[in-house]
């Protein structure tokens, strides 16, 4: 059986990959996320993604095992918005979001060990976030939940509040599109990973 790898230290994408059953190990990969600022939300997923995967791919080379790489990323009026770098850019990162669209975006990178493949491919969904004044902003910022978090929110947890609704794959916003993902890995053995039928 292929091992399954998630160069990923997410605590929300291990809790997804668990939660719908794969069997797989955690392998962070340890990468420089600079990138250039002029890139596209949707190519800058991916690129990132593949970076993660081939780090560690290249760690594992020959075993018999797939790596799955993935970043995602908060949009909105053509601003990236990654993980917050203090209190005031978390304010200013919600700020922008509130009342307002945004689109997120997660990019995702499953590499072979055995051989020279791998397949990319982006989602994206939009997040609509109520009207909210400065003081619910200062509640949610309390809680400690944006400042490890893109766009400087977590759907999943106590940000789940602040959400109208979402447009799209619910679980591209919390990290990992999850059904796309396990048709992805199918194609690597020709199998769907969690075939139910």
Known sequence: M??????????????LLAMVGFDFEVMPADVDETVDPGIPPNKLVV???????????????G??????????VVAIDDLILG????????????????????TV???VAVASCVEDKMTTFVESTEVFMRPLGEKEIRWYMSTGEPF??????????????????????YFTVVGLPLCRLNLTLGDFE????LDRR
């Open 190 to 193: 020709n199998k769907r990973y």
């Open 105 to 107: 975006y997660t990019g």
């Open 2 to 15: 292929t091992k399954i790898i998630l160069a990923s230290g997410s605590p929300r994408r291990r809790e």
């Open 47 to 61: 690129n990132l993604a593949i970076k993660k995967a081939l780090h560690v791919r290249n760690k594992l080379k």
């Open 148 to 169: 490890d978090k893109a766009g400087a929110y977590g759907i999943q947890e106590k940000g789940a509040v602040l959400i109208e609704r979402v447009e799209g794959d």
């Open 83 to 102: 993980k917050p770098k203090d209190e005031a850019d978390a304010f200013d990162m919600l700020s922008r979001l509130q009342g307002r669209a945004h």
């Open 63 to 72: 075993d018999n095992a797939v790596v799955i790489g993935a970043d995602t």
